[in-house]
């Protein structure tokens, strides 16, 4: 039987580094594991996964069973002459299972490099950079229901991913325990390189043919000179999402704010939200010991002793803000628990 501890502090355990306590904790290294957890305790109301904690902001102790996600293994599960399918277990570290294919030269994850995280919470959010996204390479995933402990398959349209968003974050929410992701590679890969900054970087090492090691690499570095490392100062990447406008909304507001970018989608005009915070005089902006990143006002960073509800708080009336000049509105990207 696995231990249930009580009253464990979550600090290590979320990249905002919020000392936060969680009233049980459990780490499971298995399914049986988890399901054992689950048979062992009275309640079952108040449950959370954690893999990395990348993507969580606690803004107060969690009164219920939190589960670190500790599953690990990769493995081939089927190939043709041209593809591969790669299951990981849910709680291998995402850039491990992409720097294992990438040593493999299976294309289609390299351009998701470092993201941090585990491969379980890829799905969650659809996870995406530089180009790509998970549901690009998603084969099918299996899940555990927290309610009646079976295990089920989801392919990629039950999954409904959407930018940032999936089942998981919307009618599933809270209900599955994704134990593990089949991805769908390349043995030929097509190099992506789509996104300016992979090339401006590729060029600047003087590389005309990359390979997918070279795209993880040129990745790697954009990342690291863009997003504060949160081993150093806590964050957790984008704290909002980027707004898609009407065509309309954007021409319109085009009139007044000429240098306002962005990209037309199927739906609209995606408009980079860190241009909008930033022009509303947050980015660099410290409040105590919370702020908005000096290079990147997308980014919400614990200074050291925030709590969750100073971030909380602060990401309010950064949406109110954009939305009194711009009419937009800006939603969460991170949990917010
Ligand atoms: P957690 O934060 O532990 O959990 C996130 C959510 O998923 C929670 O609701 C949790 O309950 C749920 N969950 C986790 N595991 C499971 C599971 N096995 N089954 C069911 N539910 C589960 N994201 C991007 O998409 N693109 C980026 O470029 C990007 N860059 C980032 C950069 C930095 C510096 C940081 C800190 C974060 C960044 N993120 C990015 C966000 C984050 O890395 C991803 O959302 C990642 O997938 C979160 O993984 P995690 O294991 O830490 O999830
Ligand atoms: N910008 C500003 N000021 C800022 C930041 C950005 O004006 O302070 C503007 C610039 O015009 C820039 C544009 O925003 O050209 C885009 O910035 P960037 O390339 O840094 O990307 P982003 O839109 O801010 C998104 C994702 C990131 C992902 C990168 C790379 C979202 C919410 N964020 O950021 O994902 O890594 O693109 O693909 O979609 C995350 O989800 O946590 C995350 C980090």
Redesign the pocket.
């Known amino acids: 039987m696995k231990a249930i501890k009580n009253n464990v502090s979550l600090k290590p355990y979320n990249t905002f580094g919020i000392d936060v306590a969680a009233q049980l904790f459990v780490e499971v290294n298995s399914i049986e594991e988890l399901i054992e957890a689950l048979r062992n305790i009275d309640f079952k109301n108040e449950l959370l996964i954690l893999g990395g904690g990348?993507?969580i902001l606690f803004t107060k102790d969690y009164n219920g069973l939190v589960i670190k996600n500790n599953l690990k293994g990769i493995k081939l599960i089927k190939e043709t002459e041209s593809e591969v399918w790669i299951q990981a277990a849910s709680g291998e570290i995402w850039h491990d299972l992409v720097l294992y294919c990438v040593s493999k030269n299976y294309g289609g994850i390299e351009?998701l490099s470092l993201?941090p995280g585990t491969v379980g919470a890829a799905p969650i959010?659809n996870?995406?950079?530089?180009?790509a996204e998970l549901k690009d390479v998603f084969d099918s995933l299996e899940a555990l229901n927290l309610n009646d402990l079976k295990v089920r398959d989801f392919n990629a349209d039950q999954c409904r991913f959407g930018?940032?968003d999936s089942v998981f974050k919307q009618g599933a929410k809270g209900q599955y325990f994704i134990s593990n992701v089949t991805i769908r590679l390349q043995k030929f890969p097509i190099i992506n390189t789509s996104?300016g900054?992979i090339h401006t970087v590729l060029n600047q090492r003087g590389i005309i043919h990359p390979t997918i090691a070279d795209v993880s690499a040129a990745v790697c570095e954009?990342?690291n000179s863009?997003?504060p490392n949160p081993v150093v100062i806590g964050n957790?990447?984008?704290?909002?999402?980027?707004p898609e406008i009407t065509q309309n909304q954007y021409l319109e507001l085009k009139r007044t704010y000429h240098d306002m970018?962005g990209y037309t989608t199927e739906h609209g005009v995606?408009v980079?939200?860190?241009?909008?915070?930033?022009?509303c005089g947050w980015?660099g902006k410290r409040i105590g010991e919370t702020g908005?990143?000096k290079?990147?006002?997308?980014?919400l960073v614990n200074y050291g002793h925030a709590t969750g509800e100073e971030i909380k708080n602060l990401s309010i009336e950064i949406q109110k803000s954009v939305k009194d000049k711009f009419g937009i509105s800006i939603q969460t990207?991170?949990n917010i628990i």
Request: no cysteine; aromatic share 14%.
């Open positions: 990348s993507n351009n993201i959010q996870i995406g950079a530089y180009g930018y940032r996104y900054a954009i990342r863009k997003l957790a990447g984008s704290f909002f999402k980027n970018p995606k980079p939200a860190g241009w909008l915070i930033e022009s980015k908005s990143h290079d990147q006002a997308l980014v990207e991170v």
